[in-house]
């Protein structure tokens, strides 16, 4: 079946240090993929997503790119904030599946020092 | 602003009582979810709705049921709480395609004593 796999966490890095977290995933056919970013106490909320092969998300200064030959959609952001201390979350859709369902990778906690 | 809306943010239940978990949005999506959170697990689907009255089983749904009688709530049902249902639940909404992804309500971190 579907799976997402993630790099554990936690993630600790310093203000304005760079950050990669790495995305892989299974899946048959050509899924859409997203990161989803849940902040402490709240739920998650969509980040950024890419739904074919090459496509580039971007939002709030992540990226994530859509590479098939690597089954990889790995989040980067350049100089990181203390504001983005959060668990990220890479999903996948099947553009197949008729529900819309996502298949949700385990999370990683990124913590942000200042 | 466009929201879903868990009825409450902590729950604290005893084992053997039936718990509802109620979830509203107000974006006339056609499809609703729930699932559970747990450390190192990520997010695991219960079960999800795809019209009113309809519901289809997820991944995880043994000893949970739902109902949804409107289009614009979801509600998880837990018939007898036990102590290993105590979690993170996250109601969502979306329309039919994952295309514009979901939209999350903040989550109902229940507790079973």
């Known amino acids: 079946g579907d799976s997402v796999t993630q790099m554990e966490g936690p993630v600790t890095l310093s203000e304005e240090a760079f950050l990669t977290i790495n995305c892989t995933y299974t899946?048959?056919?050509?899924?859409?993929l997203f990161w989803y970013v849940q902040y402490p106490g709240e739920g998650l909320q969509l980040l950024l997503k890419?739904?074919?092969?090459?496509d580039k998300g971007s939002n709030k200064g992540f990226e994530a790119t859509y590479r098939k030959e690597t089954t990889s959609f790995h989040l980067e952001k350049g100089s990181v904030q203390v504001s983005d201390s959060a668990v990220y979350f890479c999903a996948l859709s099947r553009t197949t599946d008729s529900w819309g369902k996502f298949q949700f990778g385990a999370g990683t906690q990124v913590v942000v020092t200042p | 602003d466009v929201k879903v809306t868990q009825s409450s943010r902590y729950l604290v239940k005893r084992t053997g009582e039936k718990v509802f978990l109620e979830c509203v949005q107000d974006?006339?999506?056609?499809?609703m979810f729930w699932y559970r959170q747990d450390p190192g697990l990520g997010l695991r689907l219960i079960y999800f709705s795809y019209d009113v009255k309809m519901k289809e089983k997820g991944d995880i749904p043994e000893g949970y049921s739902v109902s949804r009688e409107k289009k614009e709530r979801f509600s998880l049902i837990l018939e007898s709480a036990s102590t290993n249902q105590t979690s993170m639940y996250l109601c969502a909404s979306s329309f039919p395609t994952a295309f514009y992804g979901y939209t999350f309500g903040s989550g109902t971190r229940l507790t079973v004593v």
């Open positions: 974006m006339d999506h056609e499809n």
């Open positions: 899946a048959t056919g050509y899924p859409s």
């Open positions: 890419a739904t074919k092969a090459d």
